[in-house]
C-alpha cells in the first residue's frame, strides 16, 4: 500500500518562502523519481517539478528560479522549496511517483494523498 503524506504548506504573503516535505511509503522509493504536482478548482493538476533517481531535477517554466526540489532517499522523502512565492503559486500540492507516459509527460502513478494548500496573498 503506497502512502503519499504532504505537509509544509501554509499562508505567506507573495515574495516569502515555504518547504514543503512528502514523505512515501510501500515502493521502492529510491529506484522512483518523484514528483511535485499542484492543482486549483476547476484547473487539471500540473506538473511542477520531478527529480530523478539520479538527482536530476526539471522544472515548469512557471517556477524555474524559484522553486527547487530535492530528495533524500533514506527518509523516504522529497521536498519543494518554494521561494519568491507569487499569488499564482496558489493551490493544493501533491507528491507522487511519477513515470513518462507514452504522451512524453511525466503523471502521477499512485492514489493522491491529501495534498497541502499554500496560499500567497498580495
Known amino acids: 500500500q503506497v502512502q503519499l503524506v504532504e505537509s509544509g504548506g501554509g499562508l505567506v504573503q507573495a515574495g516569502e518562502s515555504l518547504r514543503l516535505s512528502c514523505v512515501a511509503s510501500?515502493?521502492?522509493?529510491?529506484?522512483?523519481?518523484m514528483a511535485w504536482y499542484r492543482q486549483t478548482p476547476g484547473a487539471q493538476r500540473e506538473l511542477v517539478a520531478i527529480?530523478?533517481?539520479?538527482?536530476?531535477?526539471n522544472y515548469a517554466e512557471s517556477v524555474k528560479g524559484r522553486f527547487i526540489i530535492s530528495r533524500k532517499n533514506l527518509e523516504r522523502t522529497v521536498y519543494l522549496q518554494m521561494n519568491s512565492l507569487e499569488p499564482e503559486d496558489t493551490a493544493v500540492y501533491y507528491c507522487?511517483?511519477?513515470?513518462?507516459?507514452?504522451?512524453?509527460?511525466?503523471?502521477?502513478?499512485?492514489?493522491w494523498g491529501a495534498g497541502t494548500l499554500v496560499t500567497v496573498s498580495s
Open positions: 510501500g515502493v521502492m522509493f529510491s529506484f522512483e523519481n
Open positions: 527529480i530523478t533517481t539520479g538527482g536530476g531535477t
Open positions: 507522487n511517483y511519477a513515470r513518462l507516459g507514452s504522451d512524453g509527460e511525466y503523471h502521477g502513478v499512485y492514489s
